[in-house]
């Protein structure tokens, strides 16, 4: 409720500068967004701000100039102090993609996929070892994908959804303690 502002009023809204106060933020917005004229609001919701935000986020983010900075500490250390704001979103960011690409284009299979059976009296990996193999290794790597996703699904997860919070965490600690154990046959 749009009124005229006074200091016995507890707890209202209004910008600096206003005669008028608001119960609340939405109804402000509402009234100030009424006072524009029809041919101003067309303009700003239709074309000016869709655009804007288009340019700005989509084009611009990645190529001010400021990002060069980013850009060099990458090449150079790996990493920008950009990254390190989030660190957990920003290794489940570039790791999932990195085992997604692993599991499409590898050409070989570590030796600890493979059980005595695959192997030959020599200890080379037989034609059926190899097969067996690489289904145990694609499996590992589903399975540490699933629960990477998992924990990323979870940074995003309200506290109020209990029952998939359980079964994501269990799979999330899964993926965290097979990627522990294979860390360095993860390699191409």
Known sequence: MKRVHSEEHNGCIKTEGEAFCYDHLEEMMDDHKAQRGWLIARWEDWLYYPLYRFFV?????????????????RARYGYSYMDNWDTGSWLLDTIIPQLHWLRANKHGVPCSMFKT??????????????????????????????GLEAAQTLSTLSILDKDNIKLLEKKSKRAFSLLGKHLFTLWD
């Open 117 to 146: 059976r695959d192997l030959d009296k020599e200890g080379i990996a037989t034609k059926g070892g190899i097969i067996r193999g690489n289904k145990r290794f694609n499996l590992i790597l589903d399975e540490m994908i699933e």
């Open 57 to 73: 986020w989509t084009i611009w983010e990645r190529i001010r100039p400021g990002k060069f900075k980013h850009w060099y500490q």
